[in-house]
């Protein structure tokens, strides 16, 4: 992260993408199996404890988490992640992964509410769902802003 190509003093949150390290580039998804390695957990969250402590950055978090890999961190955490931002919607809730964060102080912080949308990461199941359509019509709202709010 370079502040000065920001032009900013500090970001209100860093946060670590994903709990692994890819050995090279990549342009698509999904992943080939041999180029994913584990993350130096330890490793990076105290970069991300020394960003925060250095005023680089309001607050540190994670994103796309596991409990287990959460709780990895938490166990060697000084500074515990403030958030785990994950993939939530009406048809992936994450129910143990919410209520794990809930227990520990840890917000979720949900990213694509409307599922995956797209050909080249899934399907139109919920902006298209009959129940969520039914919904939103009785309620006077779009079915993606029924899906958003369910979250």
Not at 33 to 54: F, H, S
Not at 76 to 82: E, L, N
Request: glycine residues 6%; hydrophobic residues 40%.
């Amino acid at each position: 992260m370079s502040l000065q190509n920001l032009q900013l003093e500090y970001v209100d949150m860093y946060l670590i993408h994903q709990p692994v390290r890819l050995t090279e580039m990549i342009s698509r998804t999904p992943v080939a199996a041999e180029i994913i390695r584990p993350l130096d957990v330890k490793g990076v969250w105290e970069g991300m404890e020394e960003c925060k402590n250095l005023g680089l950055t309001k607050g540190i978090g994670v994103s796309n988490f596991s409990c287990k890999k959460m709780e990895e961190l938490l166990s060697i955490a000084k500074i515990p992640p403030a958030l785990n931002q994950v993939e939530m919607n009406p048809v992936w809730q994450q129910k143990q992964l919410r209520e794990f964060c809930k227990a520990r102080g840890v917000h979720i912080t949900a990213y694509s509410p409307l599922g995956a949308n797209n050909t080249k990461w899934g399907d139109n199941r919920i902006v298209e769902s009959d129940v969520l359509a039914d919904i939103a019509k009785a309620k006077g709202k779009t079915t993606a802003q029924v899906a958003a709010m369910g979250v």
